[in-house]
């Protein structure tokens, strides 16, 4: 995907994770690794104006605010968990 085809966050995100494999691979020169660096920075760049500029509906915000306010029932379950496995692993 080409730098001037990235209009949206999810073709940053899309192109950033084509560049981390390209640079992963051990046939990948240091130099185009750096290019592949630059060009990483500026989707960055580009990806935090995207966010700053966004602007959410009412409803959006609505359903935003109430999602972080609902506990996640999973992640409430997994520390209580841990600390019981860590207790018998102690053997108190």
């Known amino acids: 995907m080409a730098e001037s085809t990235v209009h949206t966050f999810e073709d940053i995100t899309t192109r950033l994770?084509?560049?981390i494999a390209t640079v992963r691979s051990k046939d990948t020169s240091?130099?185009?690794s750096l290019d592949l660096f630059d060009e990483a920075?500026?989707?960055g760049s580009k990806a935090v104006e995207l966010v700053d500029s966004f602007d959410m509906s009412p409803t959006e915000a609505a359903m935003l605010e109430e999602a972080q306010d609902?506990?996640?029932d999973a992640d409430s379950d997994a520390p209580?968990?841990?600390s019981d496995n860590s207790?018998?692993?102690t053997g108190a």
């Open 17 to 19: 994770d084509e560049i």
């Open 87 to 89: 207790a018998e692993g």
């Open 41 to 43: 920075i500026k989707l």
């Open 70 to 72: 609902s506990p996640v």
């Open 30 to 32: 240091l130099e185009r």
């Open 80 to 82: 209580a968990e841990a």
